[in-house]
């Protein structure tokens, strides 16, 4: 997440800096044909150039909207996580048994290794959430992906608990949890699964009633469905028929673009063919940034600087739920670098 009130130069140049230098080649070649080798049979008319973008703005406006409603929805389901946490912890720790049978120390422990496992299944969601598809930017490795991994690593780079994530794992699992990590293919599943098992168990002992385990499988409940929305936003794509498309007529514009720009700037003299090439590139720049910022925005855990922070969020909701528990050894928050939070 870009955390800067405004984007600066580094951020717009990082995004589409060679787009912007494949705008300027085109725009200035163009010029310099229809100058020096008075090539005016390849220039066209301003009105169909025009019609063009008008038509590609609305495209690209709509795909920005879709875009944002998935990036703005990918926040919300991490948003519900944090408040569904808190309030399953809370619940956690404050049921209490008067059934002397079960030990005191033995009942903490039990809450204890519920709440744990419980921050182990947000590290271990956020590292399922990161493995790439194939439409998203870091696997097109014909679309700019060796720029996108660099970017991944940078961001990596900063952020030393970024890949960390099977440290949190062996800390807050106990041994045998921890090993069978790889047997399953969606481990977060299995975490929740397991959560149900212990609060039933608590439940068989008398240690909690049937209403305090009705309230706690209702939050295992509601982490179910926060998993399985972020999985939706992750493993359906935006619509490629919507998507593929503005990116098409968005090449077709910024190509028709100068051979329609120079023969308008033409009519004002020879300076105003040299006249055209900035505007040119202006223009065609504003709509590849249009573009950009909706392809990008529509994967928002793709592990870029575009994401919804999710790093950020677990260790806000591990620390929380660290001191609910009496503890006072708390890991540092994750602060932003560069302008970026993750």
């Known amino acids: 997440m870009i955390t800067t009130k405004y984007v600066n130069y580094k951020q717009v140049l990082n995004l589409s800096g060679m787009h912007l230098v494949l705008i300027s080649i085109w725009c200035t070649l163009i010029a310099v044909l229809f100058y020096f080798f008075n090539w005016e049979w390849m220039t066209i008319p301003w009105v169909p150039v025009a019609l063009i973008g008008t038509a590609e703005a609305f495209l690209v406006g709509f795909k920005n909207n879709q875009a944002y409603d998935r990036l703005w929805e990918a926040r919300k389901i991490w948003g519900g996580i944090v408040n569904s946490s808190r309030s399953f912890a809370s619940m956690v720790y404050a049921f209490d048994t008067k059934n002397e049978?079960?030990?005191?120390f033995d009942l903490e422990d039990r809450k204890k290794r519920i709440v744990y496992r419980h921050i182990a299944w947000l590290y271990t969601f956020r590292e399922q959430l990161l493995v790439p598809t194939e439409w998203e930017?870091?696997?097109t490795e014909n679309k700019f992906g060796n720029i996108n991994l660099r970017r991944n690593r940078l961001i990596k780079a900063g952020f030393p608990d970024y890949g960390r994530a099977p440290i949190f794992l062996h800390k807050y699992l106990s041994e045998e949890e921890y090993e069978l990590k790889n047997d399953y293919k969606n481990f977060a599943t299995y975490l929740i699964a397991q959560q149900a098992k212990d609060i039933n168990e608590l439940k068989n002992m008398n240690a909690i009633t049937d209403f305090n385990q009705t309230q706690l499988q209702n939050s295992l409940n509601e982490f179910y469905n926060f998993q399985g929305q972020a999985e939706r936003i992750k493993k359906f794509p935006s619509p490629r028929q919507f998507a593929s498309t503005a990116f098409v007529f968005n090449i077709l514009f910024i190509l028709l673009l100068p051979l329609g720009l120079v023969n308008e700037f033409?009519?004002?003299?020879?300076?105003?063919i040299w006249t055209s090439i900035p505007f040119c590139i202006v223009i065609g720049w504003i709509y590849i940034i249009m573009e950009l910022v909706g392809d990008y925005s529509e994967n928002p855990f793709a592990g870029l600087m575009f994401d919804v922070p999710m790093l950020?969020?677990?260790?806000?909701?591990e620390i929380d739920l660290l001191q609910m528990g009496g503890e006072t050894d708390l890991p540092d928050p994750i602060s932003s670098k560069n302008g970026v939070l993750v």
């Open 266 to 272: 033409a009519k004002l003299g020879d300076w105003g």
């Open 312 to 317: 950020s969020i677990c260790r806000t909701i």
């Open 137 to 139: 930017h870091i696997s």
């Open 101 to 104: 049978e079960i030990g005191v």
